[in-house]
C-alpha cells in the first residue's frame, strides 16, 4: 500500500502557507529594488512571483500573484520617481502580459487536469463493471488477486480474471487477450461476461469451457466482421485461459488449460507447475471445439497449499540484462511458512518491480488461492 495523499484540510493549509512564499519574494525585490542605486533594477525579477504560484495554485490565485507584481513594480516607480519613464512602461507592459501568459497557461493546465479525473472516473467505473473484484472468501477458499495494467494511467487492460460459486465449490477463470492495453477491453469483456453467464450452472467443467469457446469465438468473429468493413486490420484475435474448479469437499481442484501459463502449486515449501496432460488451443480461434476436445486434469490442493494463477507479463517481465523473471524460484523464497494470500501477491509485486527496476511493461494480473483446514 502507497502513502495515503494529504486530506482536504491538509492541502488547504499548505496550499495558504505556500502563498507566502511569492508574497514574500515580491515584498524582497520591491524593498531591494528603492534602496538599491539608481542604476540597478530588479523590478523584471517580479515575473518569478506569478511563475512560482502556477506550480502550487490555480487561475485565480495566480491571477491575483500576477497583479499584485504589477501594482508593486507600479509602486516602485513612483518610489523611484520613474513613473512616466519608456523602460518603466516596457517593464510594467511585459509584466503583464507575461503575467496574462502564466494565467492562460495555468486554466489550461487544470482542464486538462480535470479531464483526466473524469477519465480515471471512467476508468474505475469501467474496472469495476468488467473486472469485478474477488471475494476473498469462498467457502473453504481464502482468495486474493491484484491486477497491474501496462497502459500509463490506465486501471484495465487485456488481462482478467472472475470468480463464480457453485453447489459443489468455486471456480476461476484468468486469461490474456492476445494484444495490449485498452484496445483489449473489447474481447476481454467478451470472455467475462460468458463466463458470468455460464459458470454457475452445474454442467462438468469441459461443458464450461466448450461454452466460453462458442461465446468467444461468435463475439470475435462479430467484432472482426465490423472492423474490416470499418477497414481497420484485425489482424489474429483470441483469448488464453486458465479454468479451475476447486471442490468443497475433497483435497482436489480441476484444471482445462486454453493456450495459457500453467498455474503454479505450492505444496509444502516447493512450487510445482501445474501441467496437465494435454493443453487445449487459447479461446476465440474458431476451431469448431467439443466438449470432448476438453481434457480435465485433475491435481492435489490440500488444506495450506497455495494456487497462483498468473498472466504472462508476470513470467516475461526481463530485467536489465534481458533475464527473465524466475517465478518459480521467487514463490518459494517469498511464500515462508503459511503466508496468506494477500500477503503472497504483494511480495511478488514488490519483488517484481525491483527485478525490472519500475514499472510493469505489459499487462500483469495474479490471483492466489489457499484451501483453509
Not at 486474493?144 to 480474471?161: C, K, M, N
Amino acid at each position: 500500500m502507497g502513502e495515503r495523499a494529504p486530506s482536504g484540510p491538509v492541502r488547504v493549509r499548505a496550499g495558504r502557507l505556500l502563498i507566502l512564499l511569492p508574497i514574500g519574494l515580491i515584498v524582497l525585490i520591491a524593498v531591494t529594488d528603492i534602496l538599491a542605486p539608481a542604476d540597478i533594477h530588479l523590478g523584471p525579477l517580479l515575473v518569478v512571483a506569478p511563475a512560482i504560484t502556477a506550480s502550487f495554485a490555480g487561475p485565480r490565485t495566480t491571477a491575483a500573484i500576477g497583479c499584485l507584481a504589477v501594482a508593486t513594480l507600479v509602486s516602485i516607480g513612483i518610489a523611484r520617481g520613474v513613473i512616466t519613464t519608456e523602460n518603466l512602461e516596457v517593464q510594467i507592459a511585459s509584466l503583464i502580459a507575461i503575467g496574462a501568459f502564466i494565467v492562460v497557461f495555468v486554466r489550461l493546465q487544470e482542464r486538462r487536469s480535470l479531464e483526466l479525473q473524469r477519465a480515471r472516473t471512467v476508468s474505475e467505473a469501467t474496472q469495476r463493471v468488467l473486472l469485478r473484484p474477488l471475494p476473498t472468501r469462498a467457502g473453504p477458499l481464502r482468495i486474493a488477486s491484484e491486477y497491474h495494467a501496462a497502459t500509463v494511467g490506465a486501471r484495465i487492460g487485456g488481462d482478467l480474471y472472475a470468480a463464480a460459486r457453485t453447489q459443489h465449490g468455486t471456480r476461476l477463470v484468468i486469461g490474456d487477450v492476445r494484444g495490449k492495453g485498452l484496445e483489449t477491453l473489447g474481447d476481454a469483456a467478451l470472455l467475462l461476461g460468458a463466463f458470468h453467464a455460464a459458470a454457475h450452472r452445474q454442467s462438468p467443467l469441459p461443458e464450461l469451457a466448450a461454452s466460453l469457446e462458442d461465446s468467444v469465438s461468435w463475439g470475435l468473429a462479430e467484432v472482426a466482421a465490423s472492423d474490416e468493413a470499418a477497414g481497420v486490420d484485425i489482424g489474429e484475435r483470441f483469448v488464453t485461459a486458465a479454468i479451475v474448479d476447486i471442490l468443497d469437499d475433497g483435497p482436489q481442484l480441476q484444471l482445462i488449460n486454453c493456450g495459457h501459463p500453467p498455474p503454479l502449486l505450492l505444496h509444502e515449501g516447493r512450487a510445482v507447475l501445474l501441467e496437465g496432460a494435454q493443453q487445449c488451443p487459447p479461446l476465440g480461434l474458431g476451431l469448431g471445439l467439443d466438449v470432448t476436445d476438453y481434457a480435465v486434469a485433475d491435481f492435489l490442493f490440500a488444506p495450506g497449499d497455495l494456487l497462483l494463477l498468473y498472466t504472462d507479463g508476470l513470467i516475461e517481465a526481463r530485467d536489465g540484462d534481458g533475464r527473465f523473471y524466475p517465478l518459480q524460484e521467487r514463490v518459494e523464497a517469498l511464500a515462508g511458512d503459511h503466508v496468506a494470500p494477500a500477503e503472497l501477491l504483494r511480495r511478488l509485486t514488490d519483488d517484481l518491480q525491483q527485478h525490472l527496476g519500475g514499472p510493469v511493461q505489459d499487462d500483469t494480473a495474479m490471483i492466489a488461492v489457499t484451501r483453509c483446514d
